[in-house]
């Protein structure tokens, strides 16, 4: 598993990646260029994750759009209505991009990165993706600082810790506890498995364990249906980890 580094967006103007290798003396030798890496001014300290688990998808997504409908008294008829700027970034994976549009989009797998760089969705919008893909398509995709090689729903949360949120309220993290199901939102979906397929979550369990211990000054919040959603018995460790309700997630995050 990939080992990162505990840093942050505000601190680091570019990396160095490596662009071409050379075998000299029995060892690799790579060429570096500075990769710069954008600022992102803040909203908040508050940032939303969303995976692809179905019960991320039970909550309704268009409260995070960027700006939203919202009412009050007014004088002129009984309502009026005014533009709010949402407080946070929300992060999404792979085909969320189908039917929402986040702030950014976390894409990994080589079926889901030709699926979303053969449609328009790149021209208008930030997807952030490993350093292989980079060249294959260029200028259409964004690095993910570091190249961590994980599952999307950690990168996800990985990049809001990254930008300096304290608090990243993550929305889907499913995971998988039955052998003849699986919670995937896109099941029987092109490039995802069917509904019926038997998967293992431990990679995705462990992949974002290791976010949470890299990052344990920031709280990661895992927001289910239910207070007793099951959850994984290792993230119960991490002291910067928690479990909240859909209820509580509104009133906490002033949603």
């Given at each position: 598993?990939?080992?990162?580094?505990k840093l942050y967006r505000k601190n680091i103007t570019a990396e160095n990646i490596n662009t071409v290798g050379l075998y000299i003396?029995?060892?690799?030798?790579?060429?570096?260029?500075?990769?710069?890496i954008t600022q992102i001014p803040a909203r908040s300290k508050n940032a939303v994750v969303i995976g692809n688990g179905i019960?991320?998808?039970q909550f309704d997504l268009s409260i995070f759009l960027p700006y939203r409908e919202t009412t009050d008294w007014g004088e002129i008829g009984p309502w009026k209505y005014k533009r709010q700027v949402n407080n946070f970034y929300t992060y999404g994976c792979n085909a969320i991009y189908r039917n929402f549009k986040p702030d950014f989009v976390v894409a990994t797998g080589k079926d889901f990165i030709n699926e979303i760089a053969n449609s328009t969705y790149c021209l208008e919008n930030i997807v952030y993706t490993n350093l292989k893909y980079l060249e294959q398509y260029p200028n259409k995709f964004h690095a993910v600082p570091q190249n961590p090689e994980l599952n999307s729903g950690a990168i996800a949360a990985y990049l809001a810790a990254f930008d300096g949120h304290s608090k990243v309220f993550m929305l889907g993290f499913d995971g998988v506890d039955s052998n003849q199901d699986n919670y995937i939102f896109y099941a029987d979906t092109p490039n995802y498995p069917s509904r019926s397929s038997v998967i293992n979550e431990e990679y995705w369990v462990r992949s974002l364990?290791?976010?949470?211990?890299?990052?344990?000054n920031t709280?990661?919040?895992?927001?289910?249906?239910?207070?007793?959603f099951r959850q994984?018995?290792?993230?119960k460790y991490n002291l910067n980890y928690r479990q909240i309700d859909?209820?509580?997630?509104?009133?906490?995050?002033g949603v």
């Open positions: 598993m990939a080992t990162l580094q003396d029995d060892e690799w030798k790579y060429q570096k260029e500075p990769l710069p019960s991320g998808h364990n290791h976010i949470m211990t890299v990052y344990n709280e990661f919040i895992r927001v289910c249906p239910t207070r007793r994984p018995e290792m993230w859909f209820r509580q997630f509104v009133l906490e995050a």
